[in-house]
């Protein structure tokens, strides 16, 4: 059966039909995937009840993966499964625009989250594409974006030690651990895609703190323009999960805001991350 994809919004966004991600991908399934992730930047899959180690293994056929730093995970036979796992207690710090571990350097080029329990109502993620709102900005701006790095810092969006973090030890060690080695890095703030060559702003709200070469003043009013265009709804898609739904979004040309309406419920998600390559 041929895959069906069903676009959500003009500029970001498909809902998958015709395949079940628990079994192993056809090489003529990976291709249409992957085709489809690099048109519609984010994929979503309904009712996929798959298993840690199935998501895994769909995620392993799209590349290496990452563990992270901080967030806990099953173990060292699946240590690249981060558990997002949130209710009152534990509020999440993904509510805000982010893309994911730019504070590397070279970030994941794509993210694939199952979500395993979600609350009666809330808990939305938005997807905002980075292509459309480059390709929304006129010229002169856009030639002079192209001339521009940012800094992005791992203390920005993780700024203390969390609860989250015990299910991998002392959140304070783990923290301070993590701090030590992800130090700043600077990224291009438009970044080409290094498959369909289209350009995107590369902003990750929640990590990036300046952009260099330029004075504070400026800087902070440039970016604040830059967030608040880059996220303008035309721009966006809106998911509401529910149970077993499946999301695959190309990390290198969106970002993405977990919206933390649903305390004190609670909701866990699965999350595997692919790696990718020095931005340019």
């Avoid at 895994?56 to 997002?84: C, Q, R, T």
């Avoid at 805000?96 to 109502?121: C, M």
Wanted: charged residues 20%; hydrophobic residues 40%; negative net charge.
């Amino acid at each position: 059966m041929a895959l069906k994809i069903i676009p959500l919004t003009a500029s970001i966004g498909a809902l998958v039909e015709g395949i079940s991600l628990a079994k192993p991908l056809q090489d003529a399934q990976q291709k249409a995937i992957n085709d489809a992730l690099l048109q519609y930047q984010v994929l979503f899959f309904r009712n996929q009840p798959i298993t840690p180690h199935q998501q895994h293994a769909f995620a392993k056929s799209f590349g290496d993966l990452h563990v992270h730093p901080l967030y806990p995970n099953f173990g060292p036979e699946l240590e690249e499964i981060m558990i997002l796992d949130s209710d009152g207690d534990h509020p999440p710090d993904n509510d805000q625009w982010h893309t994911d571990v730019t504070f590397i350097e070279t970030p994941p080029k794509g993210t694939i989250l199952s979500g395993k329990v979600i609350p009666p109502v809330g808990g939305d993620t938005l997807f905002a594409s980075g292509i459309a709102a480059f390709e929304a900005l006129s010229k002169p701006i856009q030639q002079f974006l192209l001339g521009l790095k940012g800094e992005h810092n791992f203390v920005k969006l993780f700024a203390q030690p969390r609860h989250h973090y015990e299910g991998r030890g002392d959140p304070k060690e783990l923290w301070e651990g993590a701090v030590k080695k992800n130090p700043p890095v600077i990224h291009p703030l438009v970044r080409t895609h290094p498959e369909s060559g289209r350009k995107a702003l590369f902003l990750s709200q929640g990590f990036l703190t300046r952009i260099v070469d330029l004075q504070q003043a400026e800087s902070d009013a440039l970016l604040g323009f830059l967030f608040a265009h880059a996220t303008k709804p035309e721009f966006t898609v809106r998911w509401k999960w529910q149970p077993d739904d499946l999301a695959f979004w190309d990390n290198r040309v969106t970002q993405h805001y977990g919206v933390a309406d649903y305390l004190p419920n609670r909701r866990i998600m699965n999350r595997a991350t692919i790696l990718g390559d020095k931005p340019y």
